[in-house]
């Protein structure tokens, strides 16, 4: 594996000064997900190749560029948060159970349930804008996914002191070898994946025997305490999402499809210690499971 050094670099826009992410440091995480091989290693400019099927990866604005045209729920989601509809939605959020303050402390209430995470690596499935990192030690080394580029480049420009890496990708296809990571957490994002099992199964593949998985998001049927619903007009709650909140037509009507969700038989598919909690006031769920 050839030991040339790829730069990339992170910059805070408050700072002058930029943090180098270490992407041959890296390497020994990551496997290609085109064959599922690896490994991989650092090719001409900011390339990442698989040794295996030879498959080229970019690293752009220091962001592993891992996944191809989304479809489905990812699809909904990426063109939600890399639009304009996420920032319309950010002023009213404030007015739903999941306002600046509650979605504060629901931070506090899941991350207290990882270990002292000096020293490790964490593997954060949605970092979005990485509003979780500051509850981190910055002694932990931090891997992000998501399906958002927008979210990514925001989480990237406001870090300055954790050791992150940052990629573009899906939860149901991990660009991470087997059993690579101390921990993994999941905030706010396990509902709408594509696939919730798959991605389940994939945290399981690449978080080490005993170590922590931790997932939390709204719970499916939240709606069901909206006025619409309550009046049997379910066609109100989905004005309210789409128009009145700027989730839009395609994120209104993932949220009602999902609605049903049982999130319990989707955990106990894939491991056999779990617990799940309520947090945020009861609007939203935790599960911590061990790896097997």
Not at 273 to 279: A, G, K, N
């Amino acid at each position: 594996m050839t030991t040339r050094r790829l730069r990339s670099f992170r910059w805070n826009p408050t700072r002058n000064d930029a943090v180098e992410t270490d992407w041959p440091r890296a390497l020994p995480y990551l496997r290609c997900v085109g064959c599922g091989a690896g490994p991989v290693e650092v090719g001409p400019g900011d390339t990442i190749i698989c040794t295996h099927c030879q498959r080229n990866y970019v690293i752009q604005d220091q962001i592993w560029k891992v996944t191809d045209e989304p479809d489905g729920n990812n699809k909904i989601a990426a063109t939600f948060y890399d639009g304009p509809q996420w920032k319309k939605y950010r002023f009213w959020k404030q007015f739903t159970p999941f306002n600046e303050r509650a979605v504060t402390l629901w931070r506090s209430e899941v991350l207290r349930h990882l270990p002292d995470l000096a020293g490790t690596a964490l593997l954060d499935i949605a970092i979005g804008d990485g509003h979780n990192l500051p509850l981190m030690s910055e002694e932990c080394d931090v891997f992000g996914v998501d399906i958002s580029i927008a979210q990514l480049h925001v989480c990237r420009d406001s870090n300055s002191t954790h050791r992150l890496w940052l990629c573009h990708g899906i939860a149901e296809q991990l660009p991470f070898l087997d059993h690579v990571f101390d921990n993994v957490l999941s905030f706010g994002a396990f509902n709408y994946f594509n696939d919730p099992l798959a991605s389940l199964r994939e945290m399981s593949r690449v978080v080490k025997p005993g170590g922590l998985v931790v997932i939390t998001d709204e719970y499916p049927d939240l709606p069901k305490n909206m006025i619409g619903h309550r009046l049997g007009w379910p066609a109100l709650d989905r004005w309210i999402l789409s128009k009145f909140l700027h989730l839009g037509n395609d994120f209104a009507d993932m949220i009602e499809r999902h609605r049903n969700m049982k999130i319990e038989p989707i955990i106990g598919q894939v491991f056999q210690s779990w617990e799940m909690s309520d947090v945020c006031n009861q609007a939203a769920y935790c599960v911590v499971a061990r790896a097997n």
